[in-house]
């Protein structure tokens, strides 16, 4: 009976979210924007790679072309991040919160329905970001004159599904983090803090550097999507990377739920 009454509570606790988040403007605003804003960076990054690479298009490999029409979806998962941090701040902010807490007296439910909906939004816009991306890429890649990925090869469909895996992954550490600091400022560089702690390690010594390499969110994507070969000092095995994000995960949202039911509302 408990795990029935808690599955229904914790879906009431999502149809509530997703009601929250359908009647909130700045939400289809911000996922709006990070369409818009992957398509622009996308043209932005392959029109200015002479600048920014010191090659033309026509020089850049295969792999590389590909990596440079994804930095539209590096572009959208910022903006995840931030829709998924203001989606809980905003709730505290306007005190919201405590009818949410009234109506779902099981604080849990709400952490966990609210990062499960960021998830799905997040994969969502992955998904329609990278689509529009890729056709873009190659469209621009075409009208070039320079050969265009095929996206029947395994590495492209893996450095493809690597970079979308980014925006849920990061929407759930940006939901939590919002529960763990106290504002949304704190919260957004909380989380670009975890995606930049790579380029700190690099600052190690080598061993203890490849180490903290191997505990972090984005060398496991990395290494998921390809990026990061055999060899590098960010790479771990497939099964690792997928370890550590589920561990990751995990983290965040127990964290999340006990900084929530400490939480005076």
């Given at each position: 009976m408990i795990d029935v009454a808690s599955r229904n509570s914790l879906s009431l606790a999502l149809a509530?979210?997703?009601?929250?988040?359908?009647?909130?403007p700045n939400g289809r605003r911000t996922i709006g924007f990070a369409l818009l804003a992957a398509v622009l960076a996308t043209a932005f990054f392959l029109l200015t790679v002479a600048i920014t690479a010191g090659k033309t298009l026509a020089e850049l490999t295969t792999r590389q072309s590909l990596e440079v029409m994804l930095m539209g979806v590096d572009v959208a998962n910022i903006t995840v991040i931030v829709l998924a941090v203001l989606f809980v701040a905003e709730e505290t902010r306007t005190r919201l919160v405590e009818v949410s807490v009234a109506l779902t007296p099981r604080r849990h439910n709400i952490v966990l329905a609210k990062a499960l909906l960021m998830a799905a939004v997040a994969c969502a816009i992955a998904v329609v970001a990278t689509v529009l991306v890729v056709v873009e890429g190659m469209v621009i890649l075409a009208l070039s004159g320079v050969d265009v990925p095929s996206l029947t090869e395994g590495w492209v469909l893996r450095m493809t599904f690597g970079t979308m895996l980014m925006l849920p992954v990061h929407a759930v550490v940006g939901v939590c983090f919002a529960y763990?600091?106290?504002?949304?400022?704190?919260?957004?560089?909380?989380?670009?803090?975890?995606?930049?702690?790579?380029?700190?390690?690099?600052?190690?010594?080598?061993?203890?550097?490849?180490?903290?390499?191997?505990?972090?969110?984005?060398?496991?994507?990395?290494t998921i999507s390809g990026v990061s070969q055999p060899?590098?000092?960010?790479?771990?095995?497939?099964?690792?990377?997928?370890?550590?994000?589920?561990?990751?995960?995990?983290l965040v949202i127990a964290a999340a739920i006990v900084a929530f039911r400490a939480r005076d509302v």
């Open positions: 509530g979210e997703r009601a929250k988040l359908v009647s909130w763990l600091l106290p504002n949304a400022l704190l919260s957004f560089l909380g989380v670009f803090g975890v995606m930049s702690l790579p380029s700190l390690a690099t600052l190690l010594p080598l061993e203890l550097g490849r180490a903290a390499q191997f505990l972090l969110i984005t060398p496991a994507v990395h060899g590098a000092i960010d790479y771990t095995s497939a099964l690792s990377a997928v370890l550590i994000l589920a561990a990751w995960i995990g």
